[in-house]
């Protein structure tokens, strides 16, 4: 009797480069440090089409962040198990650790996965001399997985399914587009197939003190985006924007709630309701179920009204995540971003009076910035008052198009792709900034800024007032001594520490935490 075919998927440990960090996310538009372990889903999403196409092959997954393994035990592991064929997960920004590359040139049959998808992989063969013979080129990844690993049970070749980059003795060859997929009609991720009992109790220990990020679970209802921001890779200009149904959504939301407790789920869609009719379908078959949950999504200032922001509170949403970058029009025009700030203000506004929490995305070290830049960004900040803010430093993301446009330039100061997602030098010529500390104190100078602007609200208690001009104060203290800390470790750490409860104190006046 012919043996069933054995599929194995690989995922590695925390980067070591990331020693510390609680969980590392390897997702096709996303790959960087998480707050908590949470499950995968790129991964579930890819072996339920695989296990749809080949239902009666073994599975075995090996997540082994999970299992807390490193590279001699994956590979003890590997070996005891003798798979058909591995679908490697890794990151492209770590491709030169051992423990990553190990996951992909083991000596079996190997269909790599290199996050976030729409890295050049043809460059990293050369860069990193990588072994392995099959890439996914797309993010046509669940597609295009399942022809390959179809392809190797003996129902075609390989070596011409659309979408893979083969890689023939470091020379490499595109096997071409294999087309866009309809969405609505992928199954239930296997969700089943990893192990959840491990990221529980990994979140269990976590959480103890973070308890926002109890019962965490990512979901990805998009591929693609409409836009096509210089810095992303995920709107590229070879990719198109195609979503889920509402009903999908909320099968996977239901099941990762009824089966393995998930309260919390954060959306990786660039745009949740880039179309509406998927978003309030989604939302109106929560309010239906009764279901109680907590949700955060990323969206557009231009995809909103008053009807989808009413079923998104009454559905559980409570964060909404706007990616405002900067508030000067011409760096708008820079990284291709081009919102009109005006409409943003509006959304913004609406956004909260809805009942949702508005957090921001911004970023500096932009290509062309100045110190009115960064008061604008200011200004903006103080008088939208959002709810937090996530900061960012401006790199350039491989495959993304201002990465390929340094690249072309000659403006790239290395080859390594682990430099680009770090933040202890200089990835690329800049026309203001000639060190990476220099973009560091040019932010710590523009938060100072709005804390002086909002110490000047008379919109504000004056309580609130209060605890932003002592932020402020304590804050120009900071950006002073910014060179001296940040070159001794044990005064910075003493600094944060001070700092840490001087906010805490501070916010007990009245101002918002995370604008202290």
Known sequence: MEQPMRILTLVPPVPRSMKGAPWFLREERHAAVDNTPTPPYMAPAILGMVRQALPHAEYRVIDAMAE???????????????????????????LGEAEERLCIELPYPTIAVVTPVGADVAEAVELYRLKTRYFVATDETEVTVTRAVQALSGQGAIEETPGLVVNEDGKCRFTGFPGYSDMRTYPLPAFDLFPFD????????????????????IINGMKGCPFHCSFCIVGSDVTRARTKSGEQIFREVEYLHDRFGRRRFNFLDSEFAANKKTAKDFCRLVIESGMKIAFDVKNRIEFWDEDLL????????????????????????VIRKNLDLEKAKKAIAVTKQAGIEVHFFMMVGILGETRESL?????????????????????PEVGSPLYEELKAKGLLLGKDWSDYRRFDGMTFRHDTYRSMDEIKAASLWMRNRYRWYLALDRTLPPRTRAAYLARYAVGTINHVTWRLTSWHPALRRLKSRVGGRFVAATARLGGQPQLL
């Open 68 to 94: 807390q393994w490193d590279g001699r035990r994956i590979e003890a592991e590997v070996h005891a198990w003798r798979p058909d064929v591995i679908i490697g997960v890794v990151c492209a920004n770590h």
């Open 310 to 333: 009413r079923l998104m509170k009454q559905a559980g949403c409570k964060r909404m995540f706007y990616g405002i970058e900067t508030a000067d029009p011409r760096l708008q025009a």
């Open 198 to 217: 491990k990221y529980n109790r990994l979140q269990d220990e976590i959480t103890r003190f973070r308890p926002e990020y109890r019962d965490t679970a």
């Open 375 to 395: 008061r604008l960004n200011a200004k903006f900040i103080a008088e939208t008052k959002p709810d937090g803010i996530a900061w960012g430093i401006l790199f």
